[in-house]
């Protein structure tokens, strides 16, 4: 059908519907599938508008494809050499490219192709987001911004589901958040104080705990102020801190106080004991702070540990605290 002009098909009693064999073409002479259109003029090649008034107003059903090879849908540029966006066989979708290796894969052609979602204006503080949860249940995890209430702006606020049950009741957890100022802080992240309790107490010769049984600060209850050890929840970087007060209880000279960490029960090998001399006891009494860091796996344990050379040393409990926290 090359020329403009109309096609009335209708069948008759007691013939069937009609049935085309072969391929049909429109503004081309040359179709190369069932149904091919060709035009030069503005406009769009075809259309198709469905006015039922029902809830079954459908447009195009399209049925096709069963493998990773075949197209179900193929959108491509006039000279049919870029592919604009693909349905394949297998169910994946591209954009900007033919071979999917995802559910959807985006491929951008210059350098700041992006990915845009927008919102209504003024719809409130939370504008737009991005969920991702399992087929079975109501949550996830999703990330979505937010406005600043008086300055404008947009923020950032990333969520988490604690565990099955959250996930099955949609309960969310936010994780961090980032404000339209570029401040980030991180509600959940592991950190602690803990600092000793009564008075003076003497520093055993051997490497001991030091007895940090309060608890001051403790995000998530990583502390424990019974064994007076940390338990790292996460592999990362941790920071830890002992601080103490300590004095020489009695004359003398040539006393050491040894401060360390102990990781797993032990003194890290790749770190040493921090060495405080008393070469005399009218030095008086002296604070000293102890700073290291240390990548940790899950579980891994640590203490403050202390020791001294005679039991002629000892630290203020109260004056003394162990603290640390996770840098990443």
């Known amino acids: 059908m090359t020329k403009a002009r109309d096609l009335s098909l209708a069948a008759k009693a007691p013939l069937a519907s009609p049935v085309f064999t072969g391929k049909v073409g429109i503004g081309t002479s040359s179709p190369t599938s069932k149904i091919h259109a060709t035009t030069a ?64 894969h985006i491929s951008g052609s210059v350098n700041n192709d ?10 409130g503080l939370v504008e737009t ?15 979505q911004t937010v406005r600043h209430p008086t300055l404008g ?28 100022a570029g401040r980030v802080t991180m509600p959940y992240q592991p950190s602690f104080v803990a600092k000793a309790a009564g008075g003076w107490r003497v520093i055993p010769t051997a490497p001991t705990k030091a007895a940090f049984s309060n608890q001051i ?3 998530n209850n990583d502390f424990n102020p019974s064994t007076y050890l940390f338990t790292a929840p996460v592999s990362g970087v941790y920071a830890f801190t002992f601080q103490s007060y300590t004095r020489r209880t009695s004359g003398g000279t040539g006393d050491y106080m040894y401060k360390s960490f102990l990781i797993n029960g032990a003194l890290p090998s790749t770190f040493t004991e921090t060495i405080l001399h008393y070469a005399d006891h009218a ?46």
């Not at 069963?66 to 349905?87: I, K």
């Not at 992006?114 to 719809?123: D, F, T, Y």
């Not at 987001?129 to 990330?143: C, D, H, N």
């Not at 009494?285 to 000892?314: E, H, P, Q, W, Y």
């Open 129 to 143: 987001g991005l969920e991702m949860r399992r087929s079975t249940t109501v949550a996830g995890a999703k990330i």
């Open 114 to 123: 992006r990915i845009l979602i927008e919102s209504p204006h003024s719809v």
């Open 217 to 219: 600060f403790d995000t």
């Open 153 to 180: 702006g947009l923020g950032l606020d990333f969520y988490t589901t604690a565990n099955g049950a959250a996930e099955d009741s949609g309960t969310y957890s936010k994780r961090v958040s980032i404000d339209s």
């Open 283 to 328: 030095v008086g009494d002296l604070g000293t702070s102890l700073t290291a860091i240390f990548s940790l796996s899950a579980n891994d344990t640590v203490a403050a540990a202390t020791r001294a050379s005679s039991t002629n040393c000892a630290y203020h409990s109260q004056s003394s605290t162990f603290a640390g926290y996770l840098i990443g």
């Open 41 to 104: 003029t503005a406009g769009y090649t075809a259309k198709l508008i469905n006015t039922n008034g029902a809830s079954d107003a459908n447009g195009l059903l399209i049925q096709a494809g069963t493998a990773a090879s075949e197209y179900a849908l193929n959108v491509a540029n006039t000279a049919g050499n870029a592919t604009f966006m693909a349905v394949k066989g297998n169910g994946r979708v591209s954009i900007g490219n033919s071979s999917p290796i995802t559910k959807l």
